[in-house]
């Protein structure tokens, strides 16, 4: 399996600050054959189901504030929020999607307001 | 607007056995794999598996044994839904589940709005 690590476990940031989250696969998610990271981020409130955010590992979903972004590409991602909102309080999964069973996810980032 | 909607539920008893059901309103169901996945309580995401129209299926072959051998995911193209089937639960199956729109090779766009699931005598 593919096994991913996200770090840090939690994160409190000031409102309008920057939040940056990291996960890192055990072996890489690029595909040579069209070039795509098979990467996803989703976010998670109480009460809620996953939200997918991000695809193609900075592919912006529709209808998500730009004020989110991906990058990164092989085994090291990092997701960015760049100026954090209330709204933004959450649990920050990442995710790969690569050829073969299993998908598996990171362990979750809890992210707060400082 | 693509919607999944489930239902099932939601009090088990020691062995009895979990059956959740997941419907796509408002778009092609065709095209897709479907996935099933679970949060147990205080844990991270697991998938469980995926089957699309066709009745092609794959299962997590890293799932603990006692709960591969007691899953089953299924699907009725004519009303557009896919099911669960765990048998035999026990409280180490309690979690929320969700269904959602994607799997192996394409990433979970649409999902339910989850189900949880508690197991108790």
Not at chain 1, 85 to 112: H, K, M, N
Not at chain 2, 6 to 21: C, F, N, R, V
Request: glycine share 8%.
């Amino acid at each position: 399996d593919i096994v991913m690590t996200q770090s840090p476990d939690s994160l409190a940031v000031s409102l309008g600050e920057r939040a940056t989250i990291n996960c890192k696969s055990s072996q890489s998610v690029l595909v040579r054959s069209n070039s795509q990271n098979y990467l996803a981020w989703y976010q998670q409130k109480p009460g809620q189901p996953p939200k997918l955010l991000i695809y193609w590992a900075s592919i912006r979903e529709s209808g998500v504030p730009d004020r989110f972004s991906g990058s990164g590409s092989g085994t090291d991602f990092t997701l960015t929020i760049s100026s954090l909102q209330a709204e933004d309080v959450a649990i920050y999964y990442c995710q790969q999607y690569y050829s073969a069973p299993p998908l598996t996810f990171g362990q979750g980032t809890r992210l707060e307001i400082k | 607007q693509v919607q999944l909607q489930q239902w099932g539920a939601g009090l088990l008893k020691p062995s009895e056995t979990l059956s959740l059901t997941c419907a796509v309103y408002g778009g092609s169901f065709s095209g897709y794999y479907y996935s099933w996945i679970r949060r147990p309580p205080g844990k991270g995401l697991e998938w469980i598996g995926e089957i699309n129209h066709s009745d092609n299926t794959n299962y997590n072959p890293s799932l603990n044994p006692s709960l591969k051998s007691r899953v089953t995911i299924s699907v009725d193209t004519s009303r557009n839904q896919f099911s669960l089937s765990l048998t035999s639960v026990t409280a180490a199956d309690a979690a929320f589940y969700y269904c959602a729109r994607g799997g192996v090779a394409d990433r979970l766009a649409l999902w339910g709005q989850g189900t949880l699931v508690t197991v108790s005598s």
